[in-house]
């Protein structure tokens, strides 16, 4: 126990001293050479300095650059993902578009105006209650409502192209109008 | 064959049918047509009871004996499946199994007349080295009399086919016309895990898969003369129309702009309607086999869809919202004149014209889900088929209107059943896995 004191007082008087000693014969050195040198030094470290700091600012706007442009690019990402998982709704046995649904499809229209070079799917579909072909049927004039609406807007027909799917792709499964309701729409796919 | 079957050859023809199966035929001319026993407009029908003891087993082998339990068996079952006879147990027959006299004048009535049996089926098979000669007769037991006798000559596995046929020749004899035995069924079936096109017999047996492309195929509809199917198909992942000569694996496409669905055949012709969308609006077209258009024949705004012709071919039903609701309307093709045929409910669909001419059955949605309706085109005599159980649609006929096959979700998934014509002895047709739906009728497919 008495001994490791020992060892560890010497250490603490020891190693500063070493170094120390180290640093002391750095200067000796230095104030041998002549005093131009020293000046240049300084000047080589104010430069370095600066271009450190420069470096630096660089770097934070590079990763400020880069952050936007992923704040751009996931922005863009959930405008995409919007535009493709937000839903146009329709009444039962119905393709008129009513208030939430043009709503809906004002976004779809800024989405397309931002991204002129996209054209768009628009899927119609229903729910199971009816039968199969007048579904399709249906479907058909949602997915035309929604294309037609978004033409008024000022969306090229050129564009748009739309197909129904009927009752043949429900989203959700099972009865009752919750059910229902989010089986009736009209659904945008980029292409 | 003589020394076999004796004599009752009063009048013989014969029939080449597809493959070795030949037809010998002695119908005793007097006695004509018996359309007297069975009456298939009649709601009321009681069934015929009717004996069908095992056939005979000229030569007695074990593989004679075999055929002449199936034979028997699956004759019985074919009748039965027409709803017009109760078959009666072979328990309660005063005869021996397998060895019963085969023709009229062996025959002791008494014996059959005694259990109740109205009506009497009996056979004689010889299976000589894979060659299959079976004659058949039908009796009325309590004249005495024989109503039908044939000889069919052919091979084994034409067994089915023989059976068929002479099911066929007792429908005509007792109803006057041909029954359902040379007809199929056409349906959507999702065994494979995607709705794919099946085919089966009118009695359910030997489905066969005729799509085979993995997406969505709809509403298949068999041509009058049974050789064709369209359907729609999403193939190219658009709904299309596909026009297909079934055995030749020849036909045509419709890929235009929006829909082209639900396809309809003109009773003998090869023209059917469908309704496209290229205009921007659903309209009923008719269209070649080829698929090119002949003419438009609706022009309303709104869907109209789901042709279904009167057997004639001169008028059409189908489906409008022009209303404001989903309903039957009937068009004279020649005048252009349209009529309302459904009043009642909100969402009417799905017409099915009656080969008589005089009915039409849809399906209607009401409180309890889908429900299979009958009604005159004169719009009298509306009645419900089925009932509180789940939702029933996609109705169709059999070829001779006794029969009604449409699919029902009752069971939990979605099956095909049949009813008589008046909703009674309602059974499901076959058990495949996954769902089934849209069953379609063909006409009989061979002449008789």
Request: glycine share 8%; hydrophobic share 40%; with cysteine.
């Amino acid at each position: 126990m008495r001994k490791s004191v020992w060892i560890a007082m010497v250490l603490m008087l020891v190693v500063p001293g070493l170094l120390l000693t180290t640093s002391c014969a750095k200067k000796a050195t230095s104030k041998n050479g002549p005093t131009v040198n020293s000046d240049d030094a300084a000047r080589k470290a104010a430069e370095k300095a600066r271009l450190a700091e420069l470096e630096r600012q660089k770097q934070l706007e590079a990763q400020r650059l880069e952050e936007e442009r992923l704040k751009a690019e996931q922005m863009k990402k959930e405008a995409r993902d919007e535009f493709e998982n937000i839903y146009v709704h329709f009444s039962y046995d119905s393709s008129v578009l009513d208030d939430m649904a043009q709503d809906v499809l004002r976004s779809k229209a800024e989405w397309l105006r931002n991204n002129p070079e996209s054209r768009a799917l628009i899927e119609g579909h229903c729910d199971e209650r009816g039968t199969v072909a007048y579904n399709l049927a249906l479907g058909d004039r949602r997915a035309e409502s929604a294309k037609r609406f978004l033409i008024s807007l000022g969306i090229d027909a050129s564009r748009l192209s739309t197909v129904s799917y009927g009752e043949e792709r429900p989203i959700a499964t099972g009865t009752g109008e919750a059910v229902w309701a989010k089986n009736r729409r009209a659904q945008f796919v980029i292409q | 064959m003589r020394t076999l079957f004796n004599s009752f050859t009063t009048r013989s023809f014969s029939l080449v049918l597809t493959g070795l199966l030949l037809c010998f035929c002695w119908v005793l001319p007097a006695l004509g047509a018996q359309y007297d026993y069975v009456d298939i407009n009649n709601p009321a029908l009681r069934k015929i009871p009717t004996a069908i003891p095992f056939f005979k087993p000229v030569n007695q082998t074990g593989a004679e004996k075999v055929i002449c339990s199936k034979a028997a068996d699956m004759l019985a079952d074919m009748l039965v499946f027409t709803g017009y006879f109760k078959m009666l147990d072979r328990g309660s027959f005063l005869i021996e199994p397998y060895s019963p006299n085969i023709v009229a004048r062996q025959i002791k009535f008494k014996n059959w007349t005694g259990i109740g049996a109205e009506l009497l089926v009996t056979g004689g098979v010889v299976l000589e080295g894979g060659a299959l000669n079976m004659e058949l007769r039908l009796f009325d037991t309590f004249k005495g009399q024989l109503l039908v006798g044939k000889r069919y000559r052919g091979r084994e596995d034409d067994l089915r086919r023989m059976i068929r046929r002479f099911s066929s020749e007792i429908i005509f004899v007792l109803t006057g016309n041909r029954g359902i035995f040379d007809s199929k069924i056409t349906f959507v079936s999702t065994v494979s895990g995607h709705k794919e096109i099946f085919t089966c017999d009118f009695d359910g047996k030997d489905p066969v898969r005729i799509t085979h492309n993995n997406s969505i195929n709809l509403s298949p509809a068999w041509s009058s003369d049974g050789q064709w199917i369209a359907y729609t198909s999403y193939a190219k992942n658009k709904p299309d129309l596909y026009i297909r000569q079934i055995k030749k694996k020849t036909g045509a496409v419709v890929s235009k702009k929006g829909l082209n669905i639900a396809p309809s055949w003109v009773p003998g012709k090869l023209q059917l309607a469908a309704t496209l969308s290229f205009s921007g609006d659903p309209e009923i077209y008719l269209l070649t086999q080829t698929g090119k258009i002949i003419k438009r024949l609706t022009h309303s705004s709104g869907i109209d869809v789901s042709v279904s012709w009167s057997p004639d071919g001169k008028k059409m039903a189908f489906v409008s919202r022009r209303a404001g609701s989903p309903q039957i309307y009937i068009k004279e093709i020649a005048s252009g004149q349209v009529r309302r045929l459904t009043f009642e409910g909100k969402n009417n669909t799905q017409p099915a014209w009656s080969p008589n001419g005089d009915r039409i059955a849809y399906t209607a949605m009401n409180r309890d889900g889908l429900n299979i309706r009958v009604i005159g085109i004169d719009g009298r005599g509306l009645a419900q088929m089925t009932h509180n159980s789940g939702d029933n649609e996609s109705p169709s006929w059999s070829p001779d209107g006794s029969l009604i096959v449409f699919s029902s979700d009752r069971e939990g998934t979605s099956r095909i059943y049949i009813m008589n014509a008046y909703g009674t002895d309602q059974r499901r047709l076959l058990k495949l896995p996954g769902q089934q739906s849209e069953p379609d009728w063909s006409g009989n497919m061979t002449a008789p």
